[in-house]
C-alpha cells in the first residue's frame, strides 16, 4: 500500500523582550538560577500578573507578517495541572480566544514550486522553569529564570505532507520570527522549538490517521529525522496488524527513534478557564496600524524586489533572502561594488563556504559588507581576475587586511599592458617551437595549453582576456 | 482612658492631646488583656507597633498631615506583611513570612497608620463563622458561645471589642459585611477593582475585594480614603480618580430612593432580625428617604452560582500551595506525587479542600459547560438585575443577614446550611457593587446589621447615609458590656 | 446529583489531595448534597446571555517592557522548605 505522511507543526518560540510577560523580571539568558525570578514568577501568595505591552506588539506584527486575523479581544485562560517547574499548578496561556487567527506561510519546495501552509492560530503564554537533575542523587534541582518568558505558539495546518516540508515550513517560521526582530530565534537555547504531529493514512484517502506528538524537538535536522522516524514505525506497525495510539512521543537524537512518554499519558484535564487576574486583551485598529508600520520588508517581498531590482534568478534570491542577515548583507554589498550579480555569485558562494567552515554567525564574520565590495571592485576595474580575487579573497578571511592592502602587498595587480604582454607571449612561442608547428597545423586544442603557459609566466596576473586575443593573433603568424 | 472612635483619636492625637505611642500601648494593652477571650488576632506585632508609633509622632511633632498618621488598626492575616508570618488562617502558611507587603498594607502604613497585628479569620478566607481557622475559632464578644461571622471574624470582633479602632477586611461573599453585622460594627465591601489585590492571599479572583471595618461610617471613610487608588500591579484595579470618602458624609437624604428588594424579606429571615432593619428603614423614611418595593428576580440563585464561580476559582488559585517554594511541606516525602499530595492534604483544613475538590469538579471535561459557564451565565443576569434596580432606586437596603450570630458548631455539619448564611450579600460579588453593613438594632443582646447597596463607584453615598443614620441611632457606638 | 467514591478520587487526584478511604466517602456525601444544592442554577433561563468572567466591562492594561524587579533571591529562598545552590528541590522527577 502506498502511504501518505500528514504533519502539522506547533512551534514555540520565545518573545525577545527585556522583562517577562506578566512581570518586571529580567529575561537574560545563562544567569544563576533563581536570580531572575521575582515574587510574580514564583507565584508567591497574593502576587498578580500585568501583560507586557511588548508582547502585544510582537504578536501583533506576527499576525500581520502571515496574514492572518488580529482577534480585536483575545483572553488569557489558565491551563491547570502540577509540575514542579509551574510555580502557579497552572500556565497562562490563550485557550478560547487566541490573538491571532487563519494566518497562512508559503514555502518553497523543492522542485521550484510553492505551496500555502495553513497557520491555524498563534496564541501568547508563559515558559515555564527548567528541572535539573544533574548534580543531586535523588532529586530535582528547580530553576524558575525561565518561568515566565514570553511565548508565542505559533499552531499549523496538518498542511504538510513530508518531512521536508515540515523543516522548509519551520525554517521559513524561523527566518520570518527574525526578519521580524520579534525572537532570536536561538534553538540552542530553546528561544525557537517545535512539536510535530504526525500521522499516516492510505494515498487517497480523505480522513486523517490517528496521530502521534513528538516534543522536544529543537533543530531543523531533529524535525526531520524524528518525523522520518516515526512515518516509518507507524507504517511498520499498521502493516504488520497493529494500531497507532494516540499518544506523546520523545525524540532520543543520540538513538535516532521516537519513545512513548508514557509518565505524561496519566489522564491530563487542564480544566481551562479565563484567567480572573487579567482582563480581555482589546487591540484597536490604530494599534494594528501602528504595527504595521513597524514591520520591516518581508521575505517574500525581498524577493520579488531581488529579483526585479537586482535581475536575479529566483533560486538566488530565494537563498539570498532565506535570513534577513545575509539579505541586509548582500544588498551592502551589491550597493558598494554596484554589481549585483557578481555581488550575489561571491556572497552565496566563497562567502557562504566560508562562513559554513568557520561556524561562525553572519555577525562575526572577518569580512565585512564593504570589504567585500572593495574586493568585487577590484573584478569589475579588472584590477583583478576573478582568480586572484579568491587568493585575495582567503587572505582577508585570515585577517591580513584589505583586498587593496592585500593586492598590493602580495604585488597582485593584473598586467593589462599590451606590450608587456606581447613580449611573454613571443618568449612562449619561442620555446615551444613544435606545439606551434601542430597548432598551426590544425590542432586548435593547443591554444588552451599556450594560454596556461602565458598565464603561468605572469603568476596569474595577466588580464585573461587581453591574453586570448593577442595570443590568437600572434599563432595565426601574421 | 476613654474610648473614641478612629475619627476622635486621629482630632486627639493631632491636638497634642495623646501621643500616638500612649495610643498605641493603650490598645495593645486591651489585646493583651482582653484578647484570650476572643482569639481575634494570630499575630500581634507589639515592636513593631511601637517603632510605627515613634515614627508617627515623630511625623507629627513636623506638622505632618498624613490622613492616618500614628492610629493604630489591624491588619487580617490574608494581607502581605513584610518580615511577618502571613498565614490566611492556614496551616499551609504558618510558616509563611511575607518577603513582600501587600499595596493595600504600603498606602495605609505611607498614610501613617500604626499596625497592632495581624486578625484571625477563616482559612483562606472560606468561611461564616471563622471556625475554619487553624489557629481556632473567634468568639463573638457580644456572646462567646457565638460566632463572630466570617471570614473577617477576627477583625470584626477585635474593632467590637474595641481592641483596635479599625482593621481591614477582606469580601468574597460577605466577609465583610457579614462579620460586621454579627458583631455589630460598620464595614464596606467597596466596588471590585477600587482597592488593590496585590498582596492579598487570593480565594476567587473575580470576587474578592478588601475594605475596612470600623465602628462607624465615618472612621470607615478615614480608613478608605487611605486603603483606594489605582495600582499598576493589579490589572483589574481601576485606573480612576480616588475622591475623599468623607467629603459625602453630610449629604442630605431628603429625596433619596432607597430600593428594598422583597427578594431579601421573604421566607427564611428572622422576624427580629426583620422588626429591626424595619425599624431601621423607618429612621431613614423618616430623614427624607423614599422607600420602594423592588425585586432582583434572579437573587435566588446567587449562592448557587457563587458555589461554582468562587470554588473554580479557588481550586486554581490554591494551586500554588505545592510544598516547592514556601509554605508547609510534608516530611520526606517518597516522590513527586507524594510530596505534593500529602503537603496539600496536611496544610489545608476540610473547608478548603472542599472547595478545591467543588471547583476542581465544575470545571473539569464534561462538567464545565453544565457548571461554571451556567454560573457565569447566571452570574450575568444577577448583575443585570441590579442593573435594572439602579435605574429606578439610588440605594438598595436590606438585612444583611437573615439571622444573628448562630452558635459556634451550630453549623459545622451542614456546608450548605453555612454558605446560605450570606444568602443576601453573595449578589453584591458577584455583580461587583459596592456594600455597606452598619448596626441597624439588636435581637435581645445580639447585634442585627442592615446593608446598603450602591451603584458601581457610590462608596461615597453609601458612607453618607450610613452616616446619616449614625447621626440619629447609636446602634455604632453601643459596646459589648464585657469590653467597656 | 451524586458522588461517589471513585469519582472523588478522581477529582482528588486532579486537584493533588490525599484522600483515605473514610475521607473519600465523607466528601462522596458532603459534595453530593452541594451539587443538588447547585442544581437550581438549571431553573435559570439563560438562553443568549454571555457568561460573565470580570465583575466590570473593562479591558487588559498593559505595562512598559522594562526591567523593575531585582534580584531577590536570598530573600525568597529563605522562607523555601528545600534549597541547594540556588535551586528549589523536589524528590527525582522522572522524565
Known sequence: ?478 | ?484 | MSLNSDEVRRIAQLARLAVDDREAEEFAAGLSDIFDFVEALNAAEIGGVEPMAHPLDAEQRLRPDAVSEPDQRELFQAIAPAVDGGLYLVPRVIE
Not at chain 1, 460 to 466: D, Y
Not at chain 2, 233 to 240: F, L, N, P, W
Not at chain 2, 442 to 450: A, S
Request: proline share 5%.
Open chain 2, 1 to 484: 482612658m476613654k474610648l473614641d472612635t478612629l475619627a476622635g483619636w486621629a482630632r486627639r492625637l493631632r491636638a497634642r492631646d495623646i501621643s500616638s505611642r500612649e495610643l498605641t500601648e493603650f490598645y495593645l494593652g486591651r489585646i493583651d488583656r482582653l484578647d484570650s477571650q476572643l482569639n481575634s488576632f494570630i499575630s500581634v506585632t507589639p515592636d513593631l507597633a511601637l517603632a510605627a508609633a515613634d515614627a508617627a509622632d515623630e511625623r507629627l511633632a513636623r506638622g505632618d498631615e498624613a490622613p492616618l498618621l500614628g492610629l493604630p488598626v489591624a491588619q487580617k492575616d490574608i494581607f502581605c506583611t513584610f518580615g511577618v508570618r502571613t498565614s490566611c488562617g492556614s496551616k499551609m502558611l504558618d510558616n509563611f513570612i511575607a518577603p513582600y507587603t501587600a499595596t493595600v498594607v504600603e498606602r495605609m502604613n505611607a498614610a501613617g497608620a500604626v499596625m497592632l497585628g495581624k486578625t484571625n479569620m477563616d482559612e483562606f478566607a472560606m468561611g461564616s463563622s471563622n471556625e475554619t481557622s487553624h489557629y481556632g475559632p473567634v468568639r463573638n464578644p457580644w456572646d462567646p458561645e457565638r460566632v463572630p461571622g466570617g471570614s473577617s471574624g477576627g477583625s470584626a470582633a477585635a474593632v467590637a471589642a474595641r481592641l483596635v479602632p479599625a482593621a481591614t477586611g477582606t469580601d468574597t461573599g460577605g466577609s465583610i459585611r457579614q462579620p460586621a453585622a454579627f458583631c455589630g460594627i460598620t464595614g464596606i465591601k467597596p466596588t471590585y477593582g477600587r482597592v488593590s489585590r496585590y498582596g492579598m492571599i487570593a480565594f476567587a479572583s473575580s470576587l474578592d475585594q478588601a475594605g475596612p471595618m470600623a465602628a462607624s461610617a465615618e472612621d470607615c471613610a478615614l480608613m478608605l480614603n487611605a486603603m483606594a487608588g489605582f495600582d499598576p500591579r493589579d490589572s483589574t484595579s481601576v485606573e480612576r480618580p480616588v475622591e475623599d470618602f468623607t467629603a459625602g458624609l453630610g449629604a442630605d437624604l431628603k429625596g433619596l430612593r432607597i430600593g428594598l428588594p422583597r427578594e431579601f424579606f421573604g421566607e427564611g429571615l428572622d422576624p427580629g432580625v426583620r422588626a429591626a432593619t424595619e425599624a431601621a428603614l423607618a429612621v431613614l423614611r423618616e430623614r427624607g428617604a423614599e422607600l420602594i418595593e423592588i425585586s432582583l428576580p434572579n437573587s435566588g440563585l446567587s449562592v448557587p452560582a457563587y458555589y461554582v464561580v468562587a470554588p473554580a476559582e479557588c481550586s486554581s488559585n490554591l494551586a500554588r500551595y505545592d510544598g516547592v517554594r514556601f509554605g508547609h511541606r510534608c516530611d520526606e516525602p517518597r516522590d513527586l506525587t507524594d510530596l505534593y499530595t500529602r503537603s496539600r492534604a496536611e496544610g489545608f483544613g476540610a473547608e478548603v479542600k472542599r472547595r478545591i475538590m467543588i471547583g476542581t469538579y465544575v470545571l473539569s471535561a464534561g462538567y464545565y459547560d453544565a457548571y461554571y459557564l451556567k454560573a457565569q451565565k447566571v452570574r450575568r443576569l444577577i448583575a443585570d438585575d441590579f442593573r435594572r434596580a439602579f435605574g429606578q432606586v439610588d440605594v438598595i437596603a436590606g438585612p444583611t443577614s437573615p439571622e444573628t450570630p448562630f452558635r459556634l458548631g451550630e453549623k459545622s455539619a451542614d456546608p450548605v446550611q453555612m454558605y446560605l448564611s450570606d444568602i443576601y450579600t453573595i449578589a453584591v460579588n458577584l455583580a461587583g457593587l459596592p456594600g455597606l453593613s452598619m448596626p441597624a438594632g439588636t435581637v435581645g443582646n445580639l447585634p442585627v446589621g442592615m446593608q446598603l447597596i450602591g451603584n458601581y463607584f457610590d462608596e461615597a453615598r453609601l458612607l453618607g447615609v450610613a452616616h446619616q443614620f449614625q447621626q440619629e441611632t447609636d446602634w455604632h457606638a453601643r459596646m459589648p458590656a464585657a469590653f467597656v
Open chain 1, 1 to 478: 500500500m502506498e502511504w501518505e505522511t500528514v504533519i502539522g507543526l506547533e512551534i514555540h518560540t520565545q518573545l525577545n523582550t527585556v522583562s517577562k510577560i506578566f512581570s518586571g523580571a529580567a529575561t537574560a539568558y545563562g544567569a544563576e538560577p533563581n536570580r531572575q525570578a521575582c515574587a510574580v514568577d514564583l507565584g508567591l501568595p497574593g502576587v498578580l500578573p500585568v501583560l507586557n505591552a511588548a508582547v502585544v506588539e510582537k504578536a501583533v506584527m506576527l499576525g500581520l507578517a502571515i496574514d492572518a486575523r488580529i482577534a480585536p479581544r483575545s483572553v488569557f485562560a489558565r491551563k491547570n495541572y502540577f509540575y514542579p517547574d509551574l510555580p502557579k499548578g497552572y500556565q497562562i496561556s490563550q485557550y478560547e480566544l487566541p490573538i491571532v487567527e487563519q494566518g497562512h506561510l508559503d514555502i518553497d519546495l523543492e522542485d521550484g514550486s510553492r505551496k500555502r501552509i495553513g497557520v491555524t492560530r498563534a496564541h501568547l503564554e508563559e515558559d515555564a522553569g527548567k528541572s535539573l537533575h544533574e548534580g543531586f542523587t535523588a532529586m530535582t534541582g528547580i530553576d524558575l529564570n525561565r518561568a515566565g518568558t514570553p511565548l508565542v505558539e505559533i499552531v499549523s495546518e496538518p498542511d504538510m505532507r513530508s518531512a521536508k516540508e515540515a523543516v522548509a515550513y519551520m525554517k521559513k517560521l524561523h527566518a520570518l520570527v527574525r526578519y521580524l526582530g520579534i525572537s532570536d530565534g536561538n534553538m540552542q537555547e530553546g528561544s525557537f522549538r517545535c512539536d510535530a504531529n504526525v500521522s499516516v493514512r492510505p494515498r487517497g484517502r480523505t480522513e486523517f490517521g490517528t496521530r502521534a506528538e513528538i516534543k522536544n524537538l529543537n533543530s531543523f535536522r531533529f524535525v526531520e529525522r524524528a518525523i522520518n522516524f516515526e512515518v516509518e514505525r507507524q507504517i511498520d506497525l499498521i502493516e504488520s496488524g497493529g494500531t497507532v495510539v494516540q499518544e506523546t512521543r520523545l525524540y532520543d537524537p543520540d538513538r535516532d527513534e521516537t519513545r512513548s512518554m508514557r509518565s505524561k499519558e496519566e489522564a491530563n484535564d487542564y480544566r481551562y478557564f479565563p484567567d480572573p487576574d487579567l482582563l480581555p486583551v482589546v487591540i484597536h485598529a490604530e494599534d494594528i496600524e501602528a504595527a504595521r508600520r513597524r514591520l520591516p520588508e518581508l521575505p517574500d517581498a525581498k524577493r520579488e524586489r531581488f529579483i526585479s531590482a537586482y535581475g536575479l534568478s529566483a533560486y538566488d534570491a530565494g537563498s539570498l533572502t532565506a535570513s534577513r542577515e545575509l539579505a541586509d548583507y548582500f544588498e551592502a554589498v551589491a550597493a558598494g561594488c554596484g554589481a549585483p550579480k557578481l555581488a550575489a555569485n561571491w556572497v552565496m558562494g566563497d562567502f557562504s563556504a566560508a562562513l559554513n567552515r568557520s561556524e561562525a554567525g553572519l555577525a562575526q564574520s572577518p569580512v565585512s559588507a564593504a570589504g567585500l565590495a572593495q574586493l568585487l571592485s577590484r573584478i569589475q576595474d579588472e584590477t583583478i581576475s576573478g582568480k586572484i580575487a579568491k587568493e585575495v579573497f582567503d587572505a582577508m578571511w585570515a585577517g591580513e587586511g584589505g583586498a587593496d592592502a592585500i593586492i598590493e602587498a602580495r604585488g597582485l595587480k593584473q598586467i593589462t599592458d599590451t606590450g608587456a604582454i606581447d613580449a611573454i607571449i613571443d618568449e612562449v612561442i619561442a620555446a615551444n617551437p613544435s606545439q606551434l608547428e601542430q597548432y598551426r597545423s590544425g590542432k586548435d586544442k593547443l591554444f588552451g595549453f599556450f594560454v596556461g603557459q602565458v598565464m603561468k609566466k605572469t603568476r596569474g596576473q595577466a588580464n585573461p582576456a587581453q591574453v586570448n586575443e593577442r595570443l590568437r593573433a600572434r599563432l595565426q603568424g601574421d
